[in-house]
């Protein structure tokens, strides 16, 4: 399911709402936990996970090259939220009777070519997060990502229209 987009001043903010029929300690491990974030989100590297904490982005191009982002706000097994370029990142995650609910709310500021990349992006890693909660793992589908960021490319072009 596509991302909800609000217009938020000059930026946007985008908001992906998942339904997955997994424990809360599950999903919040499949976030948290380096072994299993490095299969669905393999830039993210957890390295101090509190408040003000600390998240590695490497940029995996054999560079070497990584930078770090604040953890803005942290509460155990329900919100993990952080720096993003201008922007920022936010995962709520909530029980619901079949499972929980997983929110990703993203900020970015300023809208430019980008952007409907990175919301692609975080569209196809939400769906390779579900496959590994259900115990599949696949690489980075790129032709399903391309699909994707036609979609959101149409997507910000509306919020401007």
Same mark, same amino acid.
């Given at each position: 399911?596509?991302? =909800?987009?609000?217009?938020? @001043?000059? @930026?946007?903010?985008?908001? !992906?709402?998942? &339904? &997955?029929?997994?424990?809360?300690e599950k999903v919040w491990g499949a976030l948290t936990e380096n072994d299993k974030l490095e299969k669905w989100m393999s830039n993210l590297e957890m390295k101090d996970l509190r408040k003000d904490g600390t998240i590695k982005f490497n940029f995996n191009d054999g =560079? @070497?090259?990584?930078?770090?982002?604040?953890?803005?706000? !942290?509460?155990?097994?329900?919100?993990?939220? !952080?720096?993003? *370029?201008? *922007?920022?990142?936010? !995962?709520?995650? =909530?029980?619901?009777?079949? *499972?929980? =609910? &997983?929110?990703?709310?993203e900020s970015i500021t300023p809208v430019n070519d980008h952007t409907s990349k990175d919301l692609a992006g975080w569209h196809i890693c939400l769906g390779m997060f579900s496959d590994l909660l259900d115990g599949h793992h696949q690489d980075f589908p790129m032709d399903e990502w391309e699909k994707w960021h036609k979609e959101y490319t149409a997507a910000v072009k509306r919020m401007d229209g």
């Open positions: 399911m596509q991302a =909800s987009i609000e217009k938020d @001043g000059n @930026g946007i903010i985008a908001r !992906f709402d998942r &339904l &997955l029929n997994h424990s809360v =560079s @070497g090259k990584s930078f770090d982002m604040k953890i803005r706000d !942290f509460r155990e097994s329900a919100v993990l939220d !952080f720096e993003w *370029g201008d *922007g920022w990142v936010r !995962f709520e995650v =909530s029980p619901e009777k079949d *499972g929980c =609910s &997983l929110v990703l709310k």
